[in-house]
């Protein structure tokens, strides 16, 4: 299976001012990694993990084979060390908001820093690439840009985030062309 190439050319805008208090959200939504196991779950498989690691070096240490002592307790910190990291990683965000004019798409990563992107709501199109395959890619494009969309989620996710999407911006363009055509005199 050929990977498909996973390009993004929409450029950030860090002067992005905030949303008014009059603007209507078609859209709004704060997509996270998905971390299934919450933090007593943690403490209770760390606690089992040291005990069964601890028990199984003493073990070890009683027949003869200390150095395996210092091993088991490497295996306890690794595994802690891997949570830890994972819990970190699970703190990235994606904000994804749609008024009539603009689609705003914000990302923190685990460490705080902030990307902002905004595309204009009436020229950009939702497109799916690889749909029903793995590998699947959402994206909005405009102008000749693309900007990915939901990368963290799972492929159906995406797929129906695109479709959300898709639905939202729908909405969005025709309550734009009724005030229009409300503007011009119901022409």
């Known amino acids: ?3 498909r190439p996973h390009y993004e050319t929409w450029p950030a805008d860090p002067s992005a001012p905030p949303l ?3 603007d209507t959200l078609y859209f709004d939504a704060e997509i996270r990694p998905n971390r299934s196991l919450a933090n007593p779950g943690f403490y209770a498989l760390m606690a089992a993990v040291a ?7 003493i073990a070890f240490a009683m027949i003869g084979a ?3 002592l210092g091993f088991f307790g490497l295996d306890v910190l690794l595994v802690w060390l891997a949570f830890k990291l994972s819990y970190r990683d699970g703190r990235k965000r994606e904000i994804i908001q749609i008024t009539a004019d603009e689609i705003r798409v914000a990302r923190r990563t685990p460490f705080g820093h902030q990307t902002a992107y905004r595309l204009p709501a009436a020229w950009t199109r939702v497109e799916i690439s690889g749909a029903g395959e793995p590998d699947v890619q959402a994206r909005l494009t405009a102008s000749g840009k693309s ?3 939901g990368a963290m989620l799972s492929p159906k996710e995406r797929e129906s985030l ?3 999407v898709r639905d939202a911006l729908d909405q ?5 062309n009724s005030a229009r055509s409300q503007e ?3 022409v």
């Open 1 to 3: 299976m050929e990977r």
């Open 20 to 22: 008014e208090a009059g």
């Open 51 to 57: 005990i069964v690691s601890f028990s199984a070096g």
């Open 66 to 68: 200390w150095p395996v």
């Open 147 to 149: 900007l990915i969309i």
């Open 162 to 164: 695109a479709a959300a």
């Open 172 to 176: 969005a363009r025709r309550s734009l």
């Open 184 to 186: 011009a005199g119901g």
